[in-house]
């Protein structure tokens, strides 16, 4: 059993930044994949940005150039650093491991 906790989230006006973290109980770096996904109200959950194999990098048409996923194996810990936060980052940020461990989720808003 893997527990994620996930952490960063805030306000932010509109280009502005914010790292979000998400602790694991255990080592994950041989658990593949990890993610990040979004969910603002009225919405579907949508894919943010995906790692595998520490390495390989795949992330949404809407924020490429300006997220960044990462992991510190060190720490058990994924990142998702967001440059450039526009009003359409709201949402609820939550981390995936494996595609099956979930994180409860941190509150991102940005502000115009």
């Known amino acids: 059993q893997v527990q994620l906790v996930e952490s960063g989230g805030g306000l932010v006006q509109a280009g502005g930044s914010l790292r979000l973290s998400c602790a694991a109980s255990?080592?994950?770096?041989?658990?593949?994949?990890m993610s990040w996904y979004r969910q603002a109200p009225g919405k579907q959950r949508e894919l943010v940005a995906r790692?595998?194999?520490?390495?390989?990098?795949n992330y949404a048409d809407s924020v490429k150039g300006r997220f960044t996923i990462s992991t510190d194996n060190d720490k058990n810990t994924l990142y998702l650093q967001m440059d450039s936060l526009r009003p359409e980052d709201t949402a609820v940020y939550l981390c995936?491991?494996?595609?099956?461990?979930w994180g409860q989720g941190t509150q991102v808003t940005v502000s115009s």
């Open positions: 790692i595998t194999s520490g390495t390989t990098t």
């Open positions: 995936n491991v494996g595609r099956r461990w």
């Open positions: 255990t080592p994950i770096f041989t658990v593949n994949p």
